[in-house]
Structure formats: C-alpha cells, structure tokens
C-alpha cells in the first residue's frame, strides 16, 4: 500500500524568495507522482506529475519536482515566490495494482507568501 | 486540457433534506469517476468510485444509504446526501481520469451546509 508524508502543514516564504515543499512517499510499484495545488474555496489544479519519464519535471507557474527513488522524495520547489501562489499544496501518488488505481493524497502544506 | 465541473458550486439545505451533487466531464468520457469530501483545512478523503453503468464502491466508514451515487451516462456522476445533518456540511469534490491516462482532473467542488 502506498503513503504520502508532507512534512510541513505550513510553509512561510517572503515573495521573490525560493519555495520548498516536501513530499515523501513510500510506494509497493512503481508509482506515478502528482502535485496539486488549491487555492482557497476552489477546487484543485495539477501543478505537475511524474510517470516514470524524466525525473525533474517542470509544471505550471514556474513550479518543478525532482523524483528521487534513492530518499523516496518528490519536492516542489519555485526559484520565487509570487502572492499568488499562496495555497493549499497536495503531493498525490497514484499505483495501479491487480485491484485497480490508487490514487493517495498528502495531508497538504499550506504555503503563505508574505509582502 | 480535460474539464469537470461540478453543480452547485455551493448549497444551502435544512436538516433532513436530501441534496443532490452532479459531477461532468464535458469533454471526455469517464467510466470511472470518485467522491472526495474534505474537511477544512484538511486534506481530501476518498468516499466512493462511481462506476457507469454499475454499483459504486465505498470506502470503509462511508454509508452508502447515506450518500448515494449514480453513473448514469459516460459523462455524469451524481451524489446525493439523503436526510442531510450539520456534521455532512463539508466540501465534496469529484474527479475522473481521463482514459488511457492515470491523471486525475478534478471538479471545482460543492461546497455543502446543512442548518
């Protein structure tokens, strides 16, 4: 069965400043790796996803993770903030075994950018 | 890129009333199609998949008297919240991947309160 570790429930950077979301996973099959983004009282939006092709993929709004099979991590990271990228970040894995897919979500990290 | 949408965006019900949820995928198909509720500030907890054309499987804890779901067509999953109670106000969100894909793309959410 898989899992999702968010590390940090809250992350605080100030704008124009790097952003660092980590995620860890564990996973029995190769998994595929997604980062969601939802902005306050909306929905969620695929920031970027992993499917076994290249392990740095780059999203939406200048966001990209690296997939590192060695430490089981899949991080989100941005050279610089905007206010707008303040929001609810969710690291997802998906598996698909015998029984189906399974799509796992992080407990989320809320990121605040602050003037 | 695929859209789902949801409606209502957000409903307002007494307690006992039921509340009906419609989850579409405009333009793609989806013979799967899942639930989620999320709780404030909290991450996002499967409750069903909807399959078209049978019986929806839910998740342990998750009456199915209570929420019903229907997949009626290839593009409409509904859920419904029969004798809504104030602890089912919440924030309910569906999903469906695209197929041939593992990618989940999400509703915009409804947000439920029951008085």
């Known amino acids: 069965a898989q899992s999702v570790t968010q590390l940090d429930s809250h992350v605080s950077v100030s704008e124009g400043t790097p952003v660092l979301l980590r995620c860890n996973y564990s996973s029995s099959y190769s998994p595929s790796l997604f980062w969601y983004v939802q902005h306050p009282n909306k929905g969620l939006q695929l920031l970027l996803k992993?499917?076994?092709?290249?392990?740095l993929v780059k999203g939406i709004n200048g966001f990209e993770a690296e997939f590192k099979k060695s430490e089981t991590s899949f991080h989100l990271t941005k050279p610089s903030a905007h206010m707008s990228d303040a929001a609810e970040y969710f690291c997802?894995?998906?598996?698909?075994?015998?029984?189906?897919?399974?799509?796992?979500f992080g407990p989320g990290t809320r990121l605040s950018v602050l003037p | 890129g695929a859209v789902v949408s949801q409606h209502p965006s957000w409903v307002i019900c007494k307690s006992g009333t039921s509340v009906k949820i419609e989850c579409r995928s405009l333009d793609f198909q989806a013979t799967t199609m899942f639930w989620y509720r999320q709780f404030p500030k909290q991450s996002l907890m499967l409750m069903a998949t909807?399959?078209?054309?049978?019986?929806?499987?839910?998740e342990q804890g998750v009456e199915k008297d209570k929420f019903l779901i229907n997949h009626a067509s290839l593009t409409l999953s509904t859920l419904t919240v029969t004798s809504a109670h104030p602890e089912d106000s919440s924030f309910y969100i569906c999903?469906?991947?695209?197929?041939?894909?593992?990618?989940?793309?999400f509703g915009p959410g409804t947000r439920l309160t029951v008085l």
């Open positions: 909807s399959n078209e054309g049978s019986k929806a499987t839910y």
């Open positions: 999903s469906a991947p695209r197929s041939g894909t593992d990618t989940q793309y």
């Open positions: 992993y499917t076994s092709a290249a392990t």
């Open positions: 997802v894995v998906s598996e698909t075994d015998n029984y189906g897919q399974n799509f796992v």
